[in-house]
């Protein structure tokens, strides 16, 4: 079974920096591209950023620039790095596997708890 664990959330003022981690049990990271989540409140959850198993990276426009993706497969973990925060950042992060066919994707395994991410101005 696939357990997803988040970490590094917080609070922070507008203009810095949080690293997030994300650590996957199981042999559906290695096999797949992963990706981050955010979900604000009364907010749907969107995809922000992925990153394949080839490192392909790819963001929404809101974040890029500012927020970086990367992945060790050797501890299963995928981080996203997050600069220059601003107030519309506040929401909770996810991590997940990412499927993904004729431009749609959706998640493939079951959420974690997630890591609030706090934006003061």
């Known amino acids: 079974q696939v357990q997803l664990v988040e970490s590094g959330g917080g609070l922070v003022q507008a203009g810095g920096s949080l690293r997030l981690s994300c650590a996957a049990s199981?042999?559906?990271?290695?096999?797949?591209?992963m990706g981050w989540y955010r979900q604000a409140p009364g907010k749907q959850r969107d995809l922000v950023a992925t990153?394949?198993?080839?490192?392909?990276?790819n963001f929404v426009d809101s974040v890029k620039g500012r927020f970086t993706i990367s992945r060790d497969n050797a501890k299963n973990t995928v981080y996203l790095q997050m600069n220059s925060l601003k107030p519309e950042d506040t929401a909770v992060y996810y991590c997940n596997a990412v499927g993904s066919r004729y431009g749609s994707t959706w998640p493939l395994a079951s959420w974690g708890q997630g890591t609030q991410v706090t934006v003061s101005s």
């Open positions: 990153i394949s198993t080839g490192a392909t990276t």
């Open positions: 199981g042999s559906i990271f290695s096999k797949n591209t």
